[in-house]
T-cell receptor, first 114, second 115 residues
Framework: KAGVTQTPRYLIKTRGQQVTLSCSPISGHRSVSWYQQTPGQGLQFLFEYFSETQRNKGNFPGRFSGRQFSNSRSEMNVSTLELGDSALYLC???WGQGDGETQYFGPGTRLLVL | GENVGLHLPTLSVQEGDNSIINCAYSNSASDYFIWYKQESGKGPQFIIDIRSNMDKRQGQRVTVLLNKTVKHLSLQIAATQPGDSAVYFCAENNAGGTSYGKLTFGQGTILTVHP
């Protein structure tokens, strides 16, 4: 069974631009969570989607948004990019049947904002 | 790496030694815990998990211990190998609440295994 895939793997943008990242979960998984990983803050939860609905959200500004499609694939969008948005963005998938489920991570998208 | 700025704890061991990585978690309501391994340039990889109704769980070469009284989690790796060198994270989830899909991660520990 294929793992979680993320595209693109690397991205360079300039301040003020926007970016869209994509995540395809493990087949059958209906929950997709997004995390930001930086040297200063470590791994931080952005949001979680299940059945095309955002079910939980972390403490990030409204510039960070996401969505999920009927096939469980998910995208996250960051608008008006800032230098501090440079990070590794990770998505993770799980069955979504309840809490306490193992989340399986993709390789991440490394975003550099110049 | 992704965690250099955090001044992560480090553990350096010789190949064949046993390793113990510790983690203090923050939420007394958390009832599901996971250990992940992250190698350079990769996403976190699941190692082992444990629920709060257990205090010990064993996998292949790994054991997780949970002490809810002091909110402490540890990962023991037996016969550590150079391929075990990575950053190890503990993560917690409040399965009984509304924290769907939300894992709260520890800062991580850098494990270096010398041949």
């Amino acid at each position: 069974k294929a793992g979680v895939t993320q595209t693109p793997r690397y991205l360079i943008k300039t301040r003020g631009q926007q970016v869209t990242l994509s995540c395809s979960p493990i087949s059958g998984h209906r929950s997709v969570s997004w995390y930001q990983q930086t040297p200063g803050q470590g791994l931080q939860f952005l949001f979680e989607y299940f059945s095309e609905t955002q079910r939980n959200k972390g403490n990030f500004p409204g510039r960070f948004s996401g969505r999920q499609f009927s096939n469980s694939r998910s995208e996250m969008n960051v608008s008006t990019l800032e230098l501090g948005d440079s990070a590794l963005y990770l998505c993770a998938s799980s069955w979504g049947q309840g809490d306490g489920e193992t989340q399986y991570f993709g390789p991440g998208t490394r975003l550099l904002v110049l | 790496g992704e965690n250099v700025g955090l001044h992560l704890p480090t553990l350096s061991v010789q190949e064949g030694d046993n390793s113990i990585i510790n983690c203090a978690y923050s939420n007394s309501a958390s009832d599901y815990f996971i250990w992940y391994k992250q190698e350079s340039g990769k996403g976190p990889q699941f190692i082992i998990d444990i629920r709060s109704n257990m205090d010990k769980r064993q996998g292949q070469r790994v054991t997780v211990l949970l002490n809810k009284t002091v909110k402490h989690l540890s990962l023991q790796i037996a016969a550590t190998q150079p391929g075990d060198s990575a950053v190890y994270f503990c993560a917690e989830n409040n399965a009984g609440g509304t924290s769907y899909g939300k894992l709260t991660f520890g800062q991580g520990t850098i494990l270096t295994v010398h041949p």
